[in-house]
């Protein structure tokens, strides 16, 4: 798998297997020009290990560019434990986790992702000190995400719309969870008219209640008459049978992997709606977690702009994103992996030792 021609060249993979425990993980170190990789695991089961393999490509190849386009001075990886997590978690197996991790020693770091909470992160901090996120650290990563995610918008509204301010603008918000919520108060208190969709009728009830948002179905409201869709939903909410359906100027927001396919994407240029990577405009969380990395045991410590300062950034970079997609002609998807990748190769950061 990973001498396919759809990979980069990764710089380190590493297989770990611990027949006590029944552990079996996979490590994928995709760079660390910029600094040591940082990246989730992932505990789920896979149809093959060539697909855990792949995942572990490719979501590491993701942590790479998401974090160089943040500005973050660290590279990129992701760990994949192969494996029913409710069949195989164990105190045990993450603890013989842990030592792997710690094995590969100060190029990376770990945290949560599917599968995999921030509880099993801190049973794998008693052997290892390369993990990340926990319950100490910049707290709940939504708050981060929530913040980027407005400051994605004003690129939105101020490259698309003209807009400079979110007063009248209209934003259909799919999912009001632990993002998407904080994202339409803030949204309302910046003069917004909401249209809100959520499977819990609670939330959308609240909505109405507190933002005077308007409601539809959570199957259709990428089909509202709005300005900007914003999904904080689901990923994949971008199909070629949702893609022409879509009447905002621009599809903006939270949820993970939003494009089903390429073309879902080559679509919405087609049809001149602005689309911000998803990867981009969410990466709040992952730049508040990075703090742990500051201090990793045996490297000079990380210097990093305020947290603050690089929430904002993502407003800037999707700008860039959306100028250069335009001159070039190409989706703000391709320019933004164009960018991640001249990142990296252009701009390593000072050596680390
Ligand atoms: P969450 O689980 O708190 O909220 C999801 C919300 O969507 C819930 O209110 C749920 O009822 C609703 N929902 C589920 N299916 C729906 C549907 N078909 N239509 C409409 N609403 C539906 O999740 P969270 O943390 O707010 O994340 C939202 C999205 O943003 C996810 O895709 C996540 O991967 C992504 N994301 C979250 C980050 C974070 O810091 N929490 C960071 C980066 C990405």
């Known amino acids: 798998v990973w001498q396919s021609e759809e990979f980069d060249k990764h710089e380190q993979v590493c297989f770990f297997s611990d027949e006590a425990t029944n552990l079996r993980a996979i490590v994928a170190i995709h760079s660390t020009t910029r600094g040591p990789a940082a990246g989730g695991t992932r505990f789920k089961s896979y149809a093959s290990d060539d697909m855990a393999l792949d995942d572990a490509l490719r979501l590491s190849r993701a942590m790479s560019y998401k974090s160089a386009l943040a500005g973050l001075p660290v590279g990129g990886g992701k ?70 995610v407005l400051h994605g918008l004003r690129a939105v509204a101020e490259f698309r719309l003209g807009r400079k301010s979110f007063e009248g603008v209209k934003v259909a918000v799919q999912g009001l969870g632990s993002v998407g919520w904080r994202v339409a108060r803030q949204l309302h208190e910046a003069g917004a008219e909401l249209i809100v969709a959520d499977i ?60 089903a396919s390429p073309e879902a994407g080559a679509m919405l240029a087609q049809r001149n709606i602005l689309f911000a990577p998803d990867y981009v405009i969410n990466a709040g969380g992952v730049i508040s977690g990075v703090e742990a990395m500051q201090n990793m045991p045996g490297r000079k410590k990380i210097d990093m702009a305020p947290l603050e300062d690089l929430l904002e950034s993502i407003y800037g970079r999707l700008l860039e994103i959306f100028v250069r997609s335009e001159k070039e002609n190409r989706t703000p998807e391709a320019i933004a992996q164009m960018i991640a990748q001249e990142l990296i190769r252009e701009q390593p950061l000072e050596e680390y030792a």
């Open 200 to 259: 819990d009728p609670e939330k959308v009830t609240k909505a109405q209640n507190d933002f005077h948002a308007l409601t539809m179905e959570t199957d259709e409201i990428h089909a509202a008459q709005a300005d900007i869709f914003c999904p904080c939903a689901l990923g994949g909410v971008i199909t070629m049978t949702t893609a022409p359906q879509i009447r905002a100027h621009a599809v903006a927001g939270a949820a993970n992997n939003q494009l």
């Open 79 to 148: 760990a994949v434990i192969i494996g029913d997590p409710r069949e195989l978690k164990s105190r045990e197996l993450l603890l013989a986790f842990g030592r792997f991790i710690d094995r590969i020693g100060n190029v990376f770091a770990t945290g949560e992702d599917v599968g995999f909470s921030v509880a099993d992160v801190e049973t794998m901090f008693e052997v290892t000190p390369y993990v990340g996120g926990m319950s100490k650290g910049a707290g709940d990563p939504s708050i981060h995400t929530a913040t980027g």
